[in-house]
């Protein structure tokens, strides 16, 4: 079974801090991406990567970066934390070819 | 512009009835259409996966059609249980060269004993 793991479940941050989202996924996918999932707004795309080192803007990437300098592992860095930014944070990742997304638990941010 | 919505936000439903969710989409050509449950807290967990050249998929107590004429995909389940309770989202892939799904906002089911 693919397993994508993220860092935390839950985490508290202060407004203008550096956050660090990371996730972990065993499977060898080449492709991994980060979601925001707010009420109302449903799954967002923040940013995908498709290889190593390699990262594409998704439909709304501003106010966040990326890093992917493994296969197996993606982060998604808030580089100032704002109050706008809390939500809930979901990685996935899915095989070239095969374009079924695998989920991680998710990490509840909470910006105060 | 692009666009995918599922009708409905919630949907309440008796238990043994088949709830039937939809899911509609304009200004796409997706080469398939997928359906994930995503219960409170979680991340989605994939479903089902229908192409674009397929009418109807089953498994289990589950059925996709996928009408490309009408753009159009219906999801049911049939017979169904409290513990179907969960939020249906629909993804399409368009497919040429992208790796991306574009979500739906969700159907939140709710099976009543």
């Known amino acids: 079974d693919v397993k994508v793991t993220q860092s935390s479940r839950y985490l508290v941050k202060r407004t203008g801090e550096k956050v660090f989202l990371e996730c972990v996924q065993d499977?060898?996918?080449?492709?991994m991406f980060w979601y925001r999932q707010d009420p109302g707004l449903g799954l967002r795309l923040i940013y995908f990567s498709y290889d190593v080192k390699m990262k594409e803007k998704g439909d709304i990437p501003e106010g966040y970066s990326v890093s992917r300098e493994k296969k197996e592992r993606f982060s998604l860095i808030l580089e100032s934390a704002s109050t706008n930014q809390t939500s809930m944070y979901l990685c996935?990742?899915?095989?070239?070819?095969?374009?079924?997304?695998?989920f991680g638990p998710g990490t509840r941010l909470l910006v105060l | 512009s692009q666009k995918i919505e599922q009708n409905s936000e919630a949907l309440n439903i008796q238990e043994g009835k088949t709830a039937t969710l939809t899911c509609n989409y304009t200004?796409?050509?997706?080469?398939?259409l997928q359906w994930y449950r995503q219960d409170p807290g979680r991340g989605p967990v994939f479903l089902l996966l229908i192409r674009e050249n397929e009418k109807e998929k089953r498994k289990e107590r589950l059925k996709v059609t996928f009408d490309t004429t009408l753009k159009q995909s219906l999801f049911h389940i049939t017979a169904s249980q409290p513990a179907d309770s969960a939020t249906y989202l629909c993804?399409?892939?368009?497919?040429?060269?992208?790796?991306?799904?574009?979500f739906g906002k969700g159907t939140k089911l709710s099976v009543i004993p």
């Open positions: 499977m060898d996918h080449e492709n």
């Open positions: 996935a990742s899915s095989e070239t070819g095969k374009e079924t997304q695998y």
């Open positions: 200004n796409y050509s997706p080469a398939y």
């Open positions: 993804a399409l892939y368009s497919g040429a060269g992208s790796y991306q799904l574009t």
